[in-house]
């Protein structure tokens, strides 16, 4: 195949799934903030199960704050490494202390505990904030290698790679990506046929 225009091959996906809400059913930047902290190596399904009792009992940051990481893994005690994710959630929001001090620069959200680059790149997108990054989950790592705007199965360097190869205004292919892994490009048996981005897939036009 050809160089790929990847700017111009982007734009059907972009198109596609414009201002789409992440799966995560959050109210505000705090539950945000706390859910993105949670789902990690869990799923958004199940977090969206016990977000409604969670946060009847720690309505805001500053409930949280005066939450001992105890009663915290009470709440959660069925999310996949709740020992650690009670801990993080105690020390980020004694940090942080109220909502309106949530930050939302990539430089101190990834200062927090518990929030990778990833994260932080999900909240900053859901909270309305500008881009500094792309968005590098489990899905995306599958994807972008599959169009063959990436290669390898590190999400840092995967990041790297797109920020490389898309201007900063099309910095939401990241989340695009993971919707269409979810959606379309599954891991096994994808629905290739249907595809936006077939024309310039690499797994697609390799694979036929």
């Not at 995967?158 to 190869?165: D, G, R, S, V």
């Not at 599954?186 to 249907?194: A, K, L």
Request: proline share 7%; net charge positive; with cysteine.
């Amino acid at each position: 195949m050809a160089t790929v225009n990847w700017p111009e091959a982007v734009k059907p996906l972009l198109k596609k799934y414009l201002g789409k809400k992440h799966p995560l059913e959050y109210k505000s930047v705090y539950q945000l903030m706390v859910m993105v902290v949670l789902s990690a190596q869990d799923s958004d399904k199940h977090i969206n199960q016990i977000a409604p009792k969670f946060f009847t009992a720690f309505p805001n940051m500053k409930a949280l704050s005066q939450a001992t990481p105890e009663a915290i893994q009470e709440q959660i005690s069925d999310v996949r490494n709740f020992g650690n994710k009670s801990k993080w959630l105690s020390e980020l929001s004694k940090k942080i202390k109220d909502d309106k001090n949530i930050p939302l620069s990539l430089d101190e959200l990834t200062e927090l505990p518990g929030i990778g680059r990833k994260s932080a790149n999900v909240i900053k997108r859901e909270a309305g904030a500008a881009p500094e990054g792309i968005i590098v989950d489990l899905h995306v790592v599958r994807v972008a290698p599959r169009l063959g705007i990436a290669t390898g199965a590190d999400p840092k360097k995967i990041e790297k790679q797109l920020m490389e190869a898309l201007p900063a205004k099309q910095w939401d292919a990241g989340m695009a990506m993971s919707f269409l892994g979810r959606e379309i490009c599954r891991p096994t048996n994808p629905q290739c046929e249907v595809c936006v981005m077939n024309p310039v897939c690499a797994y697609y036009n390799g694979s036929k």
